[in-house]
């Protein structure tokens, strides 16, 4: 998206609102660690580019969804196919993480895009009636509550100038990469980058976003004081509170051998306010396999011992403990596949942020969140006394600050498959009511006479 070159006029409230962020930021205690100190960037640039942490910047870009789940088993297989070769793009000097982010929107927006104006004539009295057969249609789905999906990249690189250069040689590589996947992309500027991060720690809704480039240099402020709320509650080492939600952080610990493509779906189906993250960064191929064939030898090492012990025990040699045996096999797979398909290795961080109203709901979101991953033989466990670290390292900003990795290979990896059905709801035009979508329940609302894609 670019920037707009025409300065927005802000309303009398926005101005007010904008000042007094100003006077807060300027007369805050500086000795005491500010909201704005918790937001671990240092700053954001107008093109999109985030100077995270000493030489290391990102950018982020947002993808529409497609149509997977209700495909033919034979097109999943392709576009499963597919997504490996867009994981296997990334090499060891890239870090990228996936942000899915299910957030309460204003109700009132999506009653006024299918509301039927009054024309003050005989067929008035129709149009209410069609308005509110559609209202009643939009109760059905989860029209209220906004999906979006954005993959954060980064690199280290010794200036804003070079990873910039960098930066945008690898946008260009993922949108192809998007745009062979049919998936429509596009990447985000930095107010819309600060706008993201607003909203999220936001929740609440009850802040607006309101900021302007040219406020930065009037007032001396950052942007991150235009994004902080007044105050982080990291007090409870198991939850955590931002304006007037509550939220906990967990990471997804995978105990089953093989995954089944519908988790990430059953995660986003929730009708809560929650972050997915993926934090992923392949491991160096040479490397990868140095490290799987020192294991083996490790594990070859231990086997002899426990032979050596059989023998002088009178037992067959044979008979060696089921989870050596079982790690032996699970090594010489996995150094096949590295060797011989197309398989890198990767080390993913999987994290659910859960929010609520009250700690009541907000305990009820984890258990509804903890079932669907028992379903799937894994199991979600709480980061005790890393809360904040969790909540921070959530925001699509490329930074991961909890060290608790799962190696996968890439097929492993793709089972996470981000895609689940492609949703037709446009607002502009005059677009007419086809039914609800087979698989989300929501409106299919298009204008044929513009095909274009829907936002």
């Known amino acids: 998206m670019s920037e707009s070159n025409n300065k927005i006029k802000l309303t009398r409230k926005e101005k007010q609102k904008l000042n007094t962020i100003i006077y807060k930021a300027k007369y805050k205690n500086k000795k ?19 100077h995270v942490k000493d030489n290391f910047y990102t950018k982020t870009m947002a993808f529409q969804d497609i149509n997977y789940q209700l495909a033919q088993n034979e097109d999943k297989t392709a576009i499963f196919e597919s997504w490996c070769d867009f994981l296997n793009y990334f090499d060891s000097s890239i870090k990228f993480q996936f942000s899915f982010v299910n957030m309460k929107a204003d109700s009132n927006k999506y009653k006024k895009s299918i509301e039927i104006k009054s024309q003050k004539d005989d067929f008035d009295s129709i149009r209410k009636e069609y308005t509110e057969m559609l209202y009643n249609q939009l109760l059905k789905g989860n029209n209220g509550l906004t999906k979006t999906k954005y993959l954060t990249f980064g690199l280290n690189a010794d200036n804003i100038k070079t990873a910039k250069l960098r930066l945008e040689r690898i946008e260009n590589d993922l949108w192809n990469s998007f745009k062979r996947l049919g998936v429509y992309s596009e990447t985000l500027n930095g107010k819309e980058r600060l706008k993201l991060i607003h909203d999220i720690i936001r929740m609440d809704g009850s802040e607006p976003f309101i900021f302007q480039w040219n406020q930065l240099a009037n007032s001396g402020l950052s942007t991150k004081d235009f994004v902080a709320p007044s105050s982080f509650e990291f007090s409870d080492g198991r939850t955590f509170k931002t304006g007037t939600k509550y939220g906990a952080v967990s990471f997804l610990q995978i105990l089953a051998p093989e995954l089944n493509d519908r988790i990430l779906a059953d995660f986003l189906d929730i009708e809560n306010s929650l972050v997915v993250t993926m934090h992923l960064q392949s491991v160096d191929q040479t490397k990868a396999v140095k490290t799987i064939k020192r294991k083996i030898t490790d594990l070859d090492k231990m086997k002899i011992e426990e032979q050596k012990k059989a023998v002088r025990s009178g037992y067959d040699i044979d008979i060696i403990p089921s989870d050596l045996a079982t790690y032996g096999l699970e090594a010489k797979k996995l150094l096949s596949d590295l060797q011989s398909r197309n398989e890198r290795l990767f080390v993913m961080t999987f994290t659910i942020v859960n929010t609520a109203d009250t700690k009541k709901e907000l305990q009820t979101a984890i258990m509804q969140t903890s ?18 670290q969790g909540f921070m390292s959530a925001l699509p900003i490329g930074l991961n600050t909890i060290e608790i990795q799962r190696s996968l290979t890439t097929s492993a990896t793709a089972i996470f498959v ?28 298009i204008d044929r006479k513009k095909l274009k894609k829907v936002k």
């Not at 005491?32 to 985030?50: F, H, L, N, R, W």
């Not at 079932?371 to 904040?388: P, S, T, W, Y």
């Not at 981000?418 to 609302?445: H, R, V, W």
């Open 32 to 50: 005491e660690k500010s909201a704005q100190d918790t937001i671990p960037y240092i700053s954001m640039y107008p093109d999109g580019i985030c």
């Open 371 to 388: 079932g669907i991953a028992q379903k799937h033989n894994c199991m979600l466990v709480r980061l005790d006394f890393q809360q904040e």
């Open 418 to 445: 981000p895609f689940t059905t492609q949703e037709l709801f446009q607002t502009e035009g005059e677009p007419l009511y086809y039914g609800l979508n087979a698989l989300s329940n929501n409106l299919i609302m």
